[in-house]
């Protein structure tokens, strides 16, 4: 099982194109499955008193720990996993890791038929993602320019670029010199599934990125690297040793910055790609082009990126449909004017 997971992670990266950071995710759910498996294969064969594993009955494992998995394994898995602790959500995630892995499984021969497909997915509780309203967006862009430290306009950089482009953290980090065209304003990324897409930024980002760009080669030295003017290959930021930054870095940044302005915690780098996409659709933007400048490949998912709240709705509504325009009830923010 084990030759098999590798071939798989192998597949998703070569063919597949997956991120890193999908990769780990698909290891990781597949190694607690595998080591689940090897200890339920052990309660099958011979169970010990008062074990927290004992399948259901009828459950039999081969000692191959493959073609002998089935329904109630993966069910058992899940369970175990509730036990846990584990949330919903991480319990689908690591079920649709099984699937998949499953479904290569058939694909290539090895299974007749995927254990995993009968396997509901557990149901998530549905919540609006954390989006930043006018005012607290402003705090945290400036919350930077309070430290006089040579990182600030590098911090401050991050934080209006992830504003105004939507990116993922994984697309900015893995951002070179050679992938922004300064005086256009434009950027390319690479995103998920290896899908290439341009991406616009404002004027406030691209002077952010001039202001760090002047103490961009003096940190970059740090490294021992020396600035290749013709490939532009260096990354666009850097941590103090002048290497290219991590994730977990652009999270302890961000951390950083709804401390020193003061905003509420639970700020999560993905809530800036979430205001990105929420007011531009407040601003007009149409659905199918905020999709396309945040890569994704179902506008479902790009729905979710976006909140409007209810008056807003109702003015859109009352502003475009022609049996609303009249006779229309107020909203108390109008009753109130």
């Not at 036990?83 to 007749?112: D, H, M, N, P, Y």
């Not at 989006?131 to 400036?142: D, K, M, S, T, V």
């Amino acid at each position: 099982m084990k030759q098999v997971m590798g071939d798989f992670l192998e597949y998703l990266e070569l063919e597949r194109g997956l991120s890193e950071n999908t990769l780990r995710a698909y290891g990781h759910d597949l190694e607690r499955f595998r080591e689940f498996v090897d200890e339920y294969e052990g309660a099958a064969l011979s169970p010990p008193k008062g074990t927290a594993l004992s399948p259901p009955k009828g459950a039999a494992l081969s000692p191959s720990g493959l073609d002998g998995i089935d329904t109630a394994t993966i069910r058992a898995h899940l369970a175990w996993l509730a036990r846990e602790g584990r949330s919903t959500r991480s319990q689908g995630r690591a079920l649709s890791a099984i699937r998949s892995f499953f479904r290569f499984t058939v694909e290539r021969g090895l299974l007749k038929a995927n254990p995993a497909s009968g396997v509901p997915t557990p149901k998530t509780p549905k919540k609006l993602p954390r989006h930043l309203r006018p005012g607290e967006i402003e705090a945290l862009l400036a919350a930077p320019d309070s430290r006089d430290d040579v990182m600030a306009p590098r911090d401050r950089a991050i934080l209006e670029l992830l504003y105004a482009a939507g990116l993922r953290v994984s697309e900015l980090v893995s951002l070179d010199w050679g992938d922004l065209d300064l005086p256009a304003r434009t950027l390319r990324v690479v995103g998920k599934g290896g899908k290439e897409r341009m991406v616009p930024f404002g004027q406030p980002a691209a002077e952010a990125l001039r202001s760090w760009l002047s103490e961009w080669d003096s940190i970059r030295a740090r490294d021992g690297a020396q600035a290749d003017d013709e490939t532009l290959s260096d990354p666009v930021f850097l941590n103090f040793k002048g290497g290219r930054l991590t994730d977990r870095s652009v999270r302890r940044i961000i951390d950083r910055a709804v401390d020193e302005s003061a905003l509420s915690l639970g700020v999560h780098p993905h809530a800036l790609r979430h205001t990105f996409a929420t007011h531009l659709l407040e601003g007009g933007a149409d659905l199918r082009a905020i999709q396309e400048l945040l890569g994704h490949a179902s506008l479902s998912t790009t729905q979710r990126y976006t909140h409007l709240d209810i008056d807003r709705l109702l003015h859109v509504y009352r502003e475009s449909h022609p049996a609303a325009r009249r006779n229309a009830p107020r909203t108390d923010s109008q009753r109130e004017r």
